[in-house]
Structures are given as C-alpha cells and as structure tokens.
Nanobody, 122 residues
Framework: QVQLVESGGGSVQAGGSLRLSCVAS????????MGWFRQVPGKEREIVAA??????YYTDSVKGRFTISRDNAKNTVYLQMNSLKPEDTAVYYC?????????????????WGQGTQVTVSS
C-alpha cells in the first residue's frame, strides 16, 4: 500500500506561480510512474503531467508553463506551475502507477492522494 500526501495548493492571481508537492510512503518510490491530475466539478479528472524513470508527459494546455520533477531520495514528486491561468483552477491530485512509462500513468493509476485545491483568480 502506498500513501500519497499532497501540499502546496492555494490561491493565486493569474500569472502567478505555485509549487505542489506529493510525498509517498513506501520503499520503491523510484520505480513508480508518478502523475498529477486535476478535476473541476462536473468534469472528468484529467491528467496534467507524469514522470517515470525514463520519460515525462505533459498535457498540451500546460506545456511550457508547468514542470514535473521528482526527488527519489525524498520520495517526493513536484509540480511547478508558472504563468497560472483561471482555467487552471481545480483540485489537483497526485497519483502513483506501476507503469514504467509516463505515457501510461493516465490509464494505470494504482494509488491516489487526497487532493489539494488550486484557485487562480483573474
């Protein structure tokens, strides 16, 4: 069992930045594909970015603005969000996958975090 705990959400004005963090329990963190998803009320949860030991993935709407990274020594994955827009407002979820490819994380999530709210005002 893996537990994921997110932090770093909050409220920011458009154009601002936030960094989300997700700490994972367990001893094999480096082998997991990790991802960040987001969800707004009434819509499906969508993947934002993912990272594995060999590659990264970004959805088109965040390319050039968001950066996913990981520190395996700290069992932590980050999402640096710059140039935030009101449409980035959502609950952001951390996810862990047994997949070795970032491109497969979306469809192979094994564990979810509890979510953290990000609100971007215009």
């Amino acid at each position: 069992q893996v537990q994921l705990v997110e932090s770093g959400g909050g409220s920011v004005q458009a154009g601002g930045s936030l960094r989300l963090s997700c700490v994972a329990s367990g001893r094999t963190f480096s082998s997991y594909g990790m991802g960040w998803f987001r969800q707004v009320p009434g819509k499906e949860r969508e993947i934002v970015a993912a990272i594995s030991w060999r590659n990264e993935y970004y959805t088109d709407s965040v390319k050039g603005r968001f950066t996913i990274s990981r520190d395996n020594a700290k069992n932590t994955v980050y999402l640096q969000m710059n140039s935030l827009k009101p449409e980035d407002t959502a609950v952001y979820y951390c996810a862990a996958s047994y997949s070795g490819s970032a491109y497969d994380v979306r469809d192979q999530v094994a564990y979810w975090g509890q979510g953290t709210q990000v609100t971007v005002s215009s």
